[in-house]
């Protein structure tokens, strides 16, 4: 398990490099979510069509539909993300342990395992 800060200095370090990757996660859900409303408009709209056949507007709801999924998929990894940074776990890697390099959350704000169990393909 992740040893757990000692000194006063490692928890004002850890609550730091939080408050940071906290930030970091609101940010894209913020983007996430404006670009979820905007698909929404667009996926209101489509009264306006006639989707008949061969029509580009079918295309185009598609596509609208497929960004709405990945934005939803996208959505749920940051909200988790932001719910194991509340619990503590989110520096943790979910697979040996051990802490995930402050870098690679960065990079990789949602991933779970450091980047060793990553190449590991764990
Ligand atoms: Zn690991």
Known sequence: MMAHPRTEKEKVAVSEREAKYRQRLQKEID???RGL???EERLAEKGDYSLGEGD???YLWEMNLARRERLRARLEELQAAMARLDRGTYEQCSVCG???EEDRLELLPTTRTCSE??????
């Open 31 to 33: 983007e996430v979510q």
């Open 37 to 39: 409303a905007e698909v």
């Open 56 to 58: 580009p507007a079918i």
């Open 98 to 100: 051990g802490r995930i």
């Open 117 to 122: 169990c990553a190449r590991k393909g764990r």
